[in-house]
């Protein structure tokens, strides 16, 4: 599993209700289910993995975050959880805001634009950067909204939401942003992950 | 409609008051087992049929001689595994395969009853089968699971009975019969009144049958469950054994061949009376009604795990209608899963050989099964 599923597993509490949205194969509902006695229930669009959630035993709806949260109640789960997705809804705030409202806490996990290596390759190649955390060229990606470390925090920050915990990542390291190194983060981490609540 | 083959049978003694209010006793249900109920009677599932279904599920049907109607999905290592499942089906009450349904006698005139049998509901099919249940000392099904009228009686026994089964697979249904349903089967009856036959119900089932109007019954309601691409993609425009139009009402179209090949292969096998009352029944169908509009609150009371199923190209009972059942249960927080599944086959799907549902029918309920274990 990989390391941002671990840290994201590390933040939720055991004997929860979650909602991964945008569940993917299950890798991660699959670990909490298992590991944390989390009651887990996944929103996947694709067919093919609502498919593959099936035959690992979850409870997957398939279904579309931006049309289909609106189902549930509020707060109706302990955690809510986003993994690198937002920057690929047409309208994220809206997302967020539904995220919080079903959730009494959402984690939300981000690719960071801010990353080094991001900057570079736009500097100097002069292209769209492509990473290992953002592989797809310009033209076939399905990030339409993407965001740094900083701007995810400026933005939480505007719209008065609490943050629990902010964390970096990069290949191997997690590390905490507070107020004195977001800048440095913004730059080190491939991965911002937040634990936020409205 | 042979009467010569051994049903399996239950009497029920019971009376049972119907939504009508007329209340029934001494009445049979006609239903058939595959694979073994085990020990600990926790491997037992309910399958409910559809609207011309029967309790033949899987393997020979006998009186066909043809495949059990959901024999792609019931049956030894099958998505319903009868080598590890006790699969039970019954004929509805209103039906014509040895359940109590218009063709019999009324036994206060030794008439046949004909349109005097009482209008029956889901609710009422549902209740009579129950008695199959406690007929096997089961204290809770494994599961319960039907497609079309199957997935509407799915719906209805969970919400009569919220702790009498583990897990709940309604397919390709609703919770509320739609203008367009009542529609298409008001057609249906209505073909089967014009028969001259069909005599307000009084015809006699050896001899004057009204087949024509049953089998344009048929016909019409056949459209219903396939698809346009997939027609356009079976027939197109392809004639039927010649090489050109023959300028009359022949049929001439390999599709006008194949539905009344359809008709006419069903009415060998259907009573028309049991198509009207079992139609009806569909029509009156509204779970949400009989809790005051509130869909969720028919769900309240279980804690089953639910796996909502629809298909892509069925137009019957669209996608959006299976999700509003979804979308009812996640209002109360019931753990429930969904998954459309693709493919051009119409409503019929859940019927047929559809790989995805297949294995996601399996991976459902052998992950369940040993998740209760």
Redesign the interface.
Known sequence: MKNEFKVIADLVEKNTRVLDVGCADGVLMEFLRDNKDIDIRGLEISKNKVQKCIEKGLTVIEGNAEFDLKQFPDKSFDYVILSQTLQAFLNPELVINELLRVGKKAIVTIPNFGYWKVRLHLLIKGTMPVTKTLPDQWYDTPNLHMCTIKDFVYFVRSRNFKIFKSLALNEKNTSLINNNNLGIKNLFSDLGIFLIEK | MNKEINLKTLLVKKPLKLDCGKTINNFPIAYETYGSLNEKKDNAILVFHALTGDQFVAGLNPITNKDGWWSYAVGPNKSIDTNKYFVICSNVIGGCLGSFGPSHKDPDTQKIFGTNFPVITINDMVNAQYNLIEHFGIDKLFSIVGGSMGGMQVLQFISNFPDKAQTVIPIACTSSHSAQNIAFNELGRQAIAADSNWNEGNYNIKDTIPNKGLAVARMAAHITYLSKKGLQEKFGRKLQEREDLKFSFDADFQIESYLRHQGSVFVDRFDANSYLYITRAMDYFDLAKQFNGNLSDAFKDTKA?FFVISFTSDWLYPTQEN?DI??AL??I?A????????SDKGHDSFLLDVP?FL??LK??LD??Y??VK
């Open positions: 795990k999700k979804v979308i996640n209002a927080g753990d429930v899963g969904f998954a459309e599944i693709e995805e294995s996601a991976n459902f992950k369940s040993a998740a």
